[in-house]
């Protein structure tokens, strides 16, 4: 066995996909594409807005001489103003541009996806492993 993860395993003969299996000698070559799936743009405007609110707030509790005044009203503003910058930085985080990783086979007729998956090392190390198994069988 050269690669075994859950029910994904390749050895000297076939690559088993689950239910599918493809005979190594029939692999003329592997493939990883990285396909970008869009995240919602929604969340740009939470940027300019938190900054809009923040920056007159800090600058002017600070014009002012009064310290105590401007701590308390830093306080009492920036509480609020830190949840929002946290709500920005967190739909930023939720609705980001997400990547997959595809693999495929390619026979004598046609390219064959054989896996999609986040994990870009996992993707690599199995068709690393395909490579090794198509090399022995040659």
């Known amino acids: 066995m ?4 859950g029910d994904i395993s390749v050895d000297e003969a076939f690559a088993r996909f689950g239910s ?12 990883v594409r990285e396909r970008i799936v869009p995240g919602a743009r929604g ?3 939470w940027f300019p807005i938190a900054a ?15 310290q105590e005044g401007a701590t308390g009203g830093l306080i ?3 509480l609020p ?6 709500l920005a930085i967190r739909s930023y985080r ?8 595809e693999l495929y086979l390619t026979m004598s007729s046609r390219d064959q996806q ?11 190390k199995l068709r690393a492993a395909i490579e090794t198994a198509m090399a022995a069988s040659r």
């Open 43 to 45: 969340y740009y405007l």
């Open 76 to 78: 009492i503003i920036g």
């Open 94 to 101: 939720r609705r980001a541009a997400k990547y997959s990783y």
């Open 20 to 31: 599918k299996t493809y005979a190594i000698n029939k692999i003329n070559s592997t493939e």
């Open 52 to 66: 809009f609110l923040t920056l007159p707030v800090l600058v002017g509790l600070f014009s002012s001489g009064n």
């Open 2 to 5: 050269i690669y075994q993860n």
């Open 114 to 124: 054989a896996l999609v998956s986040p994990d870009r090392v996992e993707v690599e």
């Open 81 to 86: 103003l830190a949840l929002f910058w946290w």
